[in-house]
């Protein structure tokens, strides 16, 4: 089972950067979503493939036609919160304001219930596990933020599971989609988005997605855009990280949609029998 997802966000939203980092920054910014998204939207049409869209709140408010012309294409629309801000950085109030901000805008503009949701950098950890009783509260029932291993931002490897599963809290249940793993020894490989998809050559990626049996792709509009600016006051390893192998990614995901089939999160819900996926209780 492959599935695509995008996590829709502007070049400049990248976390724990000063020179872009408070939402009164981002207007002095280049906007480059609409081109980006042209890009993704015109390969997923001439491909006749559906993808779930993690949008931003903030996304929808500045720019509602970008929303709409994804919902038009039939793609599914879920938040990725409203201002981009990870999870363990706010309070359980601020968390809860801010993710029923983003709800409300997508669905308005949609029309549609927001019922799936991804956390900033994958930012749920265990320390904040609680934004799940909140997630609850709020009417989403799938979830997509947990990434099973090490991370500089986020990361909850404790978690002990990399395909689809069950969460109980409190008896209450939610589905979660996680971030595939490849492993490899004592290694965790992560290869299916962002980055990682673009550091990685894509034979080995394709060697990794033909021996998975469940891979959760992520990709970000800024992914497949060598032009874009680049941001002050980046470390040499977060600009390594955010700006590697852009000129070159794209034809990347071109060969991957071509060499492998993919369905959206809503496709995947329907062909898995939960009560068969194992529970992880927190």
């Known amino acids: 089972m492959n599935i695509l997802t995008f996590d829709i966000e502007e070049w400049f939203h990248i976390v724990d950067v000063p020179s872009a980092k408070t939402e009164e920054q981002w207007g002095n910014f280049e906007v480059r979503i609409h081109q980006n998204m042209d890009r993704i939207l015109k390969i997923l049409d001439e491909k006749s493939l559906k993808a779930t869209f993690f949008c931003l709140g903030w996304i929808g408010k500045k720019y509602p036609e970008v929303i709409k012309r994804i919902a038009e294409q039939g793609h599914e629309i879920a938040?990725?919160?409203?201002?981009?801000?990870?999870?363990?950085?706010?309070?359980?109030e601020e968390f809860k304001n801010d993710t029923e901000i983003s709800i409300k805008i997508l669905e308005d503009i949609t029309g549609k219930k927001v019922r799936i949701y991804r956390a900033p950098s994958f930012?749920?950890?265990?320390?904040?596990?609680w934004a799940f009783e909140i997630l609850f509260?709020?009417?989403?029932?799938?979830?997509?933020?947990?990434?099973p291993a090490k991370r500089a931002h986020g990361g909850f490897e404790s978690f002990g599971e990399a395909k689809p599963c069950k969460l109980n809290i409190d008896g209450q249940i939610m589905k979660e989609f996680p971030i595939n793993l490849y492993r490899i020894g004592p290694l965790n490989i992560i290869f299916s988005g962002g980055g990682y998809f673009r550091l990685l050559p894509y034979p080995i990626i394709k060697f990794m997605m033909l021996h998975s049996d469940y891979v959760m792709t992520y990709?970000?509009?800024?992914?497949?855009?060598?032009?874009?600016p680049i941001l002050e006051g980046l470390s040499k390893f977060r600009r390594f990280k955010s700006y590697y192998g852009l000129d070159k990614s794209f034809e990347k995901f071109q060969k991957l949609l071509t060499d492998f089939d993919f369905v959206?999160?809503?496709?995947?819900?329907?062909?898995?029998?939960?009560n068969l996926q194992k529970t992880i209780y927190l």
């Open 137 to 147: 509260e709020l009417g989403i029932t799938i979830d997509a933020s947990i990434f």
């Open 123 to 129: 930012s749920i950890k265990e320390e904040n596990k």
């Open 219 to 228: 990709f970000h509009p800024r992914d497949f855009d060598p032009d874009q």
């Open 264 to 274: 959206d999160i809503a496709s995947a819900n329907d062909t898995i029998n939960w």
């Open 79 to 92: 938040s990725h919160s409203n201002l981009h801000k990870p999870v363990f950085s706010m309070t359980p």
